[in-house]
């Protein structure tokens, strides 16, 4: 798959027009620890305002939790980088399982369910959890255009970055009905708006 993305008469040219491999890295930085953490803090700074401190720590803990078992895992297995094709990004850290996969679909996927949960529309929940999984999808696509992993370290990214989502978000649940985090709904910030004055 990496030498099909490839032109076949020069492997560190990846297939399409130049603007095409600049998008890839412009969307392969979604994924990145600066985009990931100015997007959690930006969620955290959000959830602290409208008063869902439960919220916001369940966040933290959830991403930092998978940034930790990310390199856990990395660097247990130390999978080198392909060699097969030349890296059109820059990589610091062995291949298995992808970074940018995981922790994309960690973030993403617990602010999509976190946003998600605040509305009771149907229309609005398929959005934002199809707009989470949209964007993981896409980041961990461009690793493999770019060259700097293995299909197989995506796939792995994918599955192990939604279960370890799935699992933060089961404990968020069983937090929330054991009253020890408030339900962050749509009704509950805007009563917490109008109590505030606003």
């Not at 602290?48 to 939790?65: C, H, I, M, T």
């Not at 291949?95 to 949960?117: D, K």
């Not at 009771?120 to 398929?126: C, I, Y």
């Not at 933060?168 to 069983?174: G, I, L, R």
Request: glycine share 8%.
């Amino acid at each position: 798959m990496l030498l099909a993305l490839r032109n076949p008469a020069d492997h560190a040219d990846p297939l399409g027009p130049a603007w095409l491999e600049e998008a890839a890295r412009d969307v392969t930085a979604l994924g990145s620890y600066s985009v990931l953490g100015i997007v959690v803090v930006a969620a955290i700074a959000y959830l602290l305002l409208v008063k869902r401190s439960g919220a916001a720590l369940w966040v933290l803990a959830s991403v930092l939790g998978g940034m930790l078992l990310s390199n856990v895992l990395k660097h247990s297995f130390a999978r080198p980088r392909p060699d097969l094709v030349a890296h059109a990004a820059q990589v610091f850290s062995p291949s298995f399982p992808s970074g940018h996969a995981m922790l994309s679909a960690v973030t993403y996927l617990t602010i999509g369910a976190l946003l998600a949960g605040m509305h009771d529309s149907r229309r609005l929940k398929v959005f934002f959890l199809g707009l989470a999984i949209f964007i993981t999808v896409i980041v961990g696509l461009t690793r493999v255009y770019l060259g700097v992993h293995y299909p197989t370290d995506v796939l792995a990214g994918w599955c192990l970055g939604a279960a370890w989502a799935a699992i933060c978000w089961t404990v968020f649940h069983w937090l929330q009905r054991r009253g020890t985090i408030r339900p962050a709904t749509h009704d509950a910030l805007d009563e917490g708006d109008r109590t505030d004055g606003r």
